[in-house]
């Protein structure tokens, strides 16, 4: 049996994967209803739901990766040059969060908005990374493999 951890794991993002796609279908009515008590939100209805839309879909294709990738870890096939390409979609799909996020700087500058930037260029750059220590991971161990 494969460690709780994991498992949780799992369960958590198929849970956000399928919570993420329905809220990003209905980020419009979402933000309209919040327009209701924040006139910000009220007033800028279609450039904030483009942004979100934007972002929601991309924030769902990070968790498909990361399903994919536990997904791996379950049957114990971690090193993988898929591993590698889900973590370079996400460093990209990270990237492009933070890009999306800062049109709307020119809507209304938070601090909030300027940490979401922060944290998804790091995000991106973290997977980057991550995805070429995989990748020597991945060719050591074909190496490794072919040797035996």
């Known amino acids: 049996?494969?460690?709780?951890?994991?498992?949780?794991?799992?369960?958590?993002?198929?849970?956000?994967?399928?919570?993420?796609?329905?809220?990003?279908?209905?980020?419009?009515?979402?933000?309209?209803?919040?327009?209701?008590?924040?006139?910000?939100?009220?007033?800028?209805?279609?450039?904030?739901?483009?942004?979100?839309?934007?972002?929601?879909?991309?924030?769902?294709?990070?968790?498909?990766?990361?399903?994919?990738?536990?997904?791996?870890?379950?049957?114990?096939?971690?090193?993988?040059?898929?591993?590698?390409k889900s973590l370079d979609k996400m460093g990209t799909y990270s990237f492009f969060i933070a890009l999306i996020t800062c049109c709307r700087l020119f809507l209304y500058l938070t601090p909030a908005v300027l940490i979401v930037i922060l944290v998804f260029v790091i995000a991106g750059l973290f997977s980057k990374v991550l995805s070429h220590v995989f990748d020597k991971a991945v060719t050591y161990k074909l190496e490794n493999d072919l040797t035996i």
């Open 1 to 84: 049996m494969k460690d709780k951890l994991t498992l949780f794991t799992k369960i958590l993002l198929d849970f956000l994967y399928y919570t993420g796609i329905i809220v990003t279908i209905f980020v419009p009515l979402i933000i309209k209803g919040y327009g209701k008590y924040n006139t910000y939100f009220a007033q800028n209805v279609p450039q904030l739901s483009v942004i979100f839309v934007l972002s929601g879909i991309l924030a769902v294709l990070i968790i498909h990766e990361l399903r994919k990738m536990i997904y791996s870890v379950l049957m114990d096939d971690c090193f993988t040059y898929d591993n590698v």
